[in-house]
């Protein structure tokens, strides 16, 4: 295709004839671009290009013709040939260097401004693009400091105090941003390019309805500037107002069905309605040719990940950060598809590359935050989350996750103060006063934490959590009749929804009305066969031995109902031992490992009972391992694991993760049992004396009991000898 192009170029520069044809070709392009007709231009300016390829004049047009068709991705290559041509030409570096923030090509923008700036220090356009860069990063005081710069250099540019403004604006200096807005008004400048950004400017400040007026504005002065049209599409788009947005990116398709630009931002938008039939058919046109690109790959990972397909995802994201190893969002996102797919580790190494190719990364820091949190390393994840909290004083997400951390380390009142914060930026959402409700309940602060509940609840019938924890609450403050009125008066107001029965089943229970208690949860289950925790409550209410055969006809009958109840499996396995139903136990074991192979617990288990039961102990062995991978600090896991390999009579491995389980749980008597075992298969009879007795000591339970006792008299007897 390549070489068919060329040819009909060559053809066509034969025909017209030497350099005189290249200057007819340069004046038809200019009379078709002063005239707006750029998609004429463009083709009169291509067949330029053929007749002089080293012109670098030519392919600088051809990007300006590209960007007022809104074809941001061969504006790029335009440009990066007319600079690879001539260097030092400073204004299409300046066409390039806008051209890669709009991508979000931050690396590549910087090489484009730091070249301008040691070129032309004082050049008020590089200036203004460097404080872009800045505030890209989310470095606002170096940005501020940048743009006033620029200001200074050029005080009658509308576009620099529009920039400063909004860069005051993010600051929260609103005041001067607003002053600095009317200064910019006061110029009198007209032009598309000041009413784009006027219409910025309130978009920033909240002020849709005349964000829209001049962005409507400046794609009245020029029609056939697809760029501008794209602007205001892009706005549609931030603004939630997607199908307006739609319209306009496929009317420029239409006037250029070639541009790639507005059909990855259509893709975009699809995606963002879950609309991801569509968003495919959108991606699968632009695969041809640009399986490497990095914005289709962006796209088709996002794709991916709203589709549940993280293994595909990840590998479009690996396309991303092979291509452009600096960028940090495709790290970023790489991370959230290893998190996806529940590679932790991975997840945490691309966001930390993210992070160090850009520090004000403020999303890659709360996505490590969130990692740590979860692993319980709470202190590096206030780390994390403070950062956020510091740079980014508005930033919602960063006060629920530390309010979040300090609820977990018992610092209640600085949660609270975290969690007031977060209301205060998003007034209309429920969930930081219900976890302001949940930090005043462990502070003690009952009749606070009550209202705030009470404000959760109020006409929202469906946050169950927060309707137990009220209750609860109620009930644990002595309201018992208050708790109960409060579920009556919600069965009365949802008479078919089984959680309110649930939840006053819990105050029957707390009443000491334990008929009364099963009587709700019986209902809770026949209006909602899903209610898993109505289930164990009326397993838990059962009195032992007696109702043990109501218990396991009553896991049996939920696992009809939700072959998927995990917890069930557990229990109802449990109730077997009890009854000494071993092949029962082990059978239901093996079925929840059908339903759940990944669950470590499960798979430990069953590894457990194989080995108590003499079953097989390869498939034991398997197992064992399998659920260590999963779980590699727990020591119950881990004693499942040693036993294992001391039942394959693999000793030495046996010590090593049995001395792990001692460490994690060193008053467990049966671990030193088992640990103690070990070491007498290796013939390490002092090692063996020391968990044997210490198991006895920690009252170790038959049969084990008499084991240990038998092995410690041998032990005597030969040390007697």
């Known amino acids: 295709m390549v070489v068919l192009v060329f040819v009909a170029f060559s053809i066509m520069s034969c025909f017209r004839g030497g350099d005189g044809s290249f200057d007819s070709l340069v004046d038809e392009g200019n009379i078709c671009f002063e005239r707006r007709e750029y998609v004429n231009a463009l083709n009169a300016w291509k067949q330029a290009a053929a007749i002089k390829p080293d012109s670098a004049f030519i392919y600088h047009q051809i990007g300006l013709a590209y960007l007022r068709l809104s074809d941001f991705y061969q504006a790029r290559i335009a440009f990066k040939e007319s600079v690879r041509l001539k260097p030092d030409a400073l204004e299409v570096r300046i066409s390039l260097a806008k051209i890669e923030l709009v991508l979000f090509n931050l690396v590549e923008a910087e090489k484009e401004i730091d070249y301008m700036l040691t070129a032309a220090p004082d050049n008020v356009e590089a200036q203004i693009l460097y404080g872009d860069l800045l505030f890209m990063k989310n470095r606002f005081d170096a940005a501020e400091e940048t743009y006033r710069k620029a200001l200074r250099l050029g005080p009658e540019s509308g576009t620099a105090f529009l920039k400063l403004a909004a860069c005051c604006l993010a600051k929260g200096d609103t005041a001067e941003a607003d002053r600095l807005y009317e200064a910019a008004a006061s110029l009198k400048l007209n032009g598309p390019d000041r009413f784009v950004e006027l219409g910025n400017y309130c978009r920033l400040r909240g002020d849709l309805e005349n964000a829209e007026k001049h962005l409507l504005y400046a794609t009245s002065l020029e029609p056939e500037n697809l760029a501008y049209q794209k602007r205001l599409a892009e706005f549609y788009s931030e603004t939630e107002h997607h199908d307006n947005a739609l319209e306009i990116l496929n009317k420029i398709v239409g006037k250029a069905p070639d541009n790639v630009t507005a059909k990855k931002a259509i893709a975009e938008i699809l995606l963002t309605q879950g609309k991801l039939n569509q968003a495919r058919l959108v991606l699968e046109g632009l695969s041809g040719g640009l399986q490497k690109d990095v914005e289709v790959n962006l796209l088709k990972g996002k794709y991916h990940m709203l589709n549940l397909e993280t293994v595909h995802a990840v590998g479009c994201f690996q396309v991303v950060v092979e291509a452009e190893p600096d960028f940090p969002l495709g790290h970023y996102l790489l991370g959230l598809a290893y998190l996806e797919g529940n590679h932790t580790r991975l997840a945490q190494q691309s966001f930390v590359r993210a992070l160090t190719l850009d520090p004000y990364f403020s999303e ?194 939920a696992l009809q109902t ?137 009252h170790l339970e038959s049969p084990y009991q008499e084991h240990a006792a038998e092995i410690l008299n041998e032990l005597n007897n030969q040390t007697g000898d």
């Open 364 to 557: 890659a820091d709360l996505a490590l935050a969130d990692i740590y949190y979860k692993r319980e390393e709470y202190e590096l994840s206030l780390e994390y989350a403070k950062r956020v909290c510091v740079r980014e004083p508005e930033n919602y997400r960063a006060h629920m996750i530390m309010g979040n951390i300090l609820l977990r380390q018992g610092e209640y009142d600085s949660a609270l103060r975290r969690f007031v914060a977060a209301r205060r930026i998003h007034p209309e959402s429920l969930t930081p006063v219900y976890y302001m409700a949940m930090a005043s309940e462990f502070s003690n602060r009952i009749e606070d934490s009550l209202k705030l509940y009470e404000e959760v609840l109020r006409g929202n019938n469906d946050l169950a959590d927060a309707a137990l924890r009220y209750v609860r609450l109620l009930a644990s403050a002595g309201k018992t009749d208050q708790a109960e009125k409060f579920c009556l008066e919600r069965i009365e107001e949802a008479p078919r929804n089984g959680f309110f029965y649930h939840i006053l089943g819990e105050v029957c229970l707390l009443q000491g009305k334990k008929e009364k208690a099963l009587s709700n949860f019986k209902k809770a289950v026949s209006l909602d066969p899903q209610m898993i925790s109505s289930y164990i409550r009326i397993g838990e209410t059962y009195d032992g031995k007696t109702e043990r055969a109501g218990q396991i006809a009553l896991y049996e009958s």
């Open 562 to 698: 939700m072959p998927d109840f995990l917890e069930a499996y557990e229990r109802l396995a449990s109730l077997y031992l009890r009854e000494e139903n071993a092949e029962k136990a082990i059978e239901t074991y093996e079925t929840a490992l059908k339903k759940a192979p990944e669950s470590p617990l499960i798979a430990n288990n069953l590894a457990w009972l194989y080995l108590e039961y003499n079953k097989d102990l390869n498939k034991a062995l398997t197992l064992a391992q399998s659920a260590y991978e999963r779980l590699p600090d727990d020591p119950c896991v881990a004693d499942t694991l040693g036993w294992a390999y001391f039942r394959r009579n693999l000793a030495t491995r046996a010590v090593w993760h049995l001395t792990d389980a001692v460490s994690g749980m060193p008053e467990n008597p049966l671990i030193h049992y088992h640990l103690g075992m070990a070491y007498h298969s290796k013939n390490e009879g002092n090692a063996t004396r020391s968990h044997l007795e210490k198991a006895l000591a920690l």
